[in-house]
């Protein structure tokens, strides 16, 4: 049977939106992400702010140090997601790093999240074989922790780390590098996808690129679902959530073109 | 008794691992295969001594202070003269060492992060010379504080890019030159500076620098001394474990490693394991700068070479383990160092090494004559006393 994300994306093609916890403040982005899933959004990441995050490029890095700057913490995220899960039914997951989950305690964070309504954690910065410092707590309130394949995989690693993974889905990076819209696809991403298809038992999803519309349809040309992040998050910055409310939608219609 | 840490997972007791985006674990990986075969490899291990010998200038000599050992009028105090090294300072070891490495990858790109500039100027050299391009992040702070390092680095081919996000110094540029590294992985090699980072790196740095343990070792065999202590400054401590590395079955030989105290450890520091707790930064578990939310701390210290929230994990284990001692001096405390090695021995050391140097005050008393006490002198000076003369101006 399939858990309440992989169902999400599955029978048409998925949109996932990411938005930082706190940014610009908790208020507006609870109206925002409450705007993404009226907009059409599937799935809903809420970043929690890091000081130092590895994996995000220069407009997610900043929503970053602004929402910690502006008074972000882990217990806000947490009563963010709880308020959240009272008003829409859509999968939510926390993405960060690894070191503010285990500053909180990864069994009390696993436990809180869990009671929030939350349904699973994406840590760029915990690769398959280092997943052990979440797994168990995660598994054991009923949480997914998603795997990523790169371009640079390999068959062999994207066989296991498909192979391994249960529930959720596939978070399939576009290209090297870090998060934000510019820079377009690597070139290896279809085939990166079409092998993770031979092993993968959930839905894929593309992330890391994707800008607009024509990137959207683009990847969901050969994945399950696209991730948008940066872009989305720009827009928030300029335009408030009434700006992503237009982006999800343009988004959205190109999906649903795709079919 | 030390074990042959890490293990295969990278790991020092718990410390250490590879918490890094899964687009290079690939590159981890194949680093950690190659170099595990290169390790025992003669004719790269070859290799590596012979420009270590002609170009770097090793080994470095054993020098005994007698000046400064007076001063105390206790244990004799030697100087493992590490700051006699090609471009000045112990970075130029590993650099050379990894440069190596990188070609035997086939990779024709490097990248580097610099906090002081010495690695940067090191790794830029070592890409000099065998003819890599060369990329080195710096924080703006930095770059200013250290803008000698910068000219060295331009001059050598090197691109120095500087980095703004976050505070401006070791950690963001440490953090911009991984990105840099997970964009470019298929062509780029990651030039860490420090025996920190993901597996394989801290193991590789260690090995690196171990030439100077192992030099030490066999030179004060060769003069017969009694050694009681050894003591290495800590940024994120490349000399200091490439020093204790090959004494650490000595148990009589106390290993001490000196963080920056910076203004004082209740006021603003970089004392990672003095003030830090365990967690997990650029790729690695162990000792770091946070808040109660995780957060990593801006940390503080004069010395742009160990101005660092996070520290590498075989000393996190050293300090769990008890195998060292970790304390702390002041800016103050290296800056009267600095100038007492100068005015004694004539040897102007860099601000990092001052600290090690700093920490003789309080060692030196508990010591006796007929023992040899050894300091790393990590690096020369000259880099620092434009800071050093600011920093004595404002004091008066
Ligand atoms: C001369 C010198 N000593 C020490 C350090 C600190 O680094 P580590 O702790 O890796 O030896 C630096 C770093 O820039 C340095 O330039």
């Not at chain 1, 309130?141 to 296991?160: C, D, V, W």
């Not at chain 2, 007698?66 to 300072?89: C, N």
């Not at chain 2, 610099?114 to 090191?122: E, I, K, L, N, P």
């Not at chain 2, 990329?135 to 081919?157: A, P, S």
Request: charged share 25%; aromatic share 8%; with cysteine.
């Amino acid at each position: 049977m399939m858990d309440k994300i992989a169902r999400a994306l599955t029978g048409k093609k998925g949109l996932i939106a990411y938005i930082t916890a706190g940014f610009p403040d908790y208020a507006e982005c609870e109206r925002a992400v409450l705007t993404a899933v009226g907009a059409g959004a599937d799935v809903i990441e809420i970043g929690l702010p890091f000081s130092d995050p590895l994996a995000d490029g220069p407009v997610l890095q900043k929503a970053s140090a602004d929402a910690l700057f502006a008074g972000a913490t882990t217990e806000k995220t947490l009563r963010l997601a709880n308020r959240l899960r009272q008003k829409t039914a859509a999968p939510l997951l926390i993405m960060s790093y690894i070191n503010p989950i285990a500053a909180f305690g990864v069994d009390r964070f696993a436990a809180e999240a869990a009671a929030a309504g939350i349904d699973g954690l994406i840590l760029p910065d915990v690769p398959e074989e280092e997943k052990d410092v979440a797994a168990g707590a995660l598994e054991k309130r009923g949480l997914s922790l998603i795997s990523f394949i790169a371009p640079t995989s390999g068959e062999e690693r994207i066989a296991a780390i498909c192979a391994r993974a249960r529930t959720g889905f596939i978070y399939c990076l576009a290209r090297t590098g870090v998060t934000g819209a510019g820079g377009g696809f690597d070139q290896a991403t279809e085939n990166l996808v079409r092998t993770a298809r031979q092993y993968a038992h959930l839905p894929i999803a593309i992330g890391f690129g994707i800008a607009d519309a024509k990137t959207a349809r683009q990847a969901a040309e050969y994945a399950d679902a696209a991730i948008v992040g940066s872009a989305l998050v720009e827009n928030l910055r300029q335009g408030g959530h009434q700006a992503v409310g237009s982006f999800i939608r343009s988004l959205r219609r190109e999906l649903d073109r795709c079919g | 008794m030390i074990k042959g840490l890490p293990d295969k997972r990278g790991k020092f007791g718990g410390f250490g691992g590879r918490f890094v985006p899964e687009t290079v674990m690939p590159a981890l990986l194949g680093l950690e295969k190659e170099y595990l075969k290169l390790r025992r490899d003669r004719e790269f291990q070859t290799e590596l001594r012979r420009w270590l010998r002609g170009y770097a200038g090793r080994p470095t000599t054993l020098y005994r202070a007698d000046r400064l050992s007076k001063h105390y009028g206790r244990a004799a105090v030697y100087l493992k003269r590490e700051d006699l090294l090609h471009t000045g300072a112990h970075k130029i070891n590993n650099a050379i060492g990894q440069a190596l490495l990188a070609l035997r990858m086939g990779k024709t790109r490097a990248v580097a992060e610099t906090g002081a500039g010495q690695h940067g100027v090191a790794a830029a050299t070592a890409c000099a010379l065998f003819g890599l391009n060369c990329v080195v992040y710096m924080g703006e702070e930095d770059m200013e504080r250290q803008r000698l390092n910068v000219f060295r680095m331009r001059m050598l081919g090197a691109e120095v890019r500087p980095v703004a996000s976050g505070t401006g110094t070791l950690k963001d540029a440490t953090s911009e030159a991984i990105r840099d590294w997970v964009a470019n992985v298929r062509d780029t090699h990651y030039i860490i500076g420090t025996a920190a980072g993901p597996h394989p790196y801290p193991l590789l740095v260690r090995d690196f620098q171990s030439v100077i343990g192992r030099e030490t070792k066999a030179q004060a065999a060769k003069e017969g001394l009694r050694i009681s202590k050894v003591i290495a400054c800590v940024g994120g401590g490349s000399n200091a474990i490439g020093m204790f590395f090959p004494f650490r079955n000595d148990r009589s030989i106390e290993k001490i490693g000196v963080e920056a105290g910076g203004r004082g450890l209740d006021k603003e520091n970089a004392a990672t394991i003095n003030r830090g707790r365990p967690g997990f930064l650029h790729g690695s578990y162990s000792y770091l700068m946070q808040d109660g939310e995780g957060q990593v701390l801006p940390v503080y210290s004069l010395s742009a070479g160990l101005d660092y929230p996070g520290v590498g994990p075989e000393h996190a284990y050293y300090h769990e383990a008890g195998a060292a001692r970790y304390m702390a001096v002041t800016d103050d405390e290296a800056i009267e160092a600095f100038k007492l090695l100068t005015r004694l021995e004539g040897i102007i050391p860099a601000l990092e090494s001052a600290h090690a140097l700093a920490s003789l005050e309080t060692v030196m008393p508990g010591t006796a004559p007929g023992e040899a006490v050894i300091v790393c002198l990590s690096g020369r000076g000259d880099k620092d006393v434009e800071m050093v003369e600011k920093y004595l101006g404002g004091k008066r």
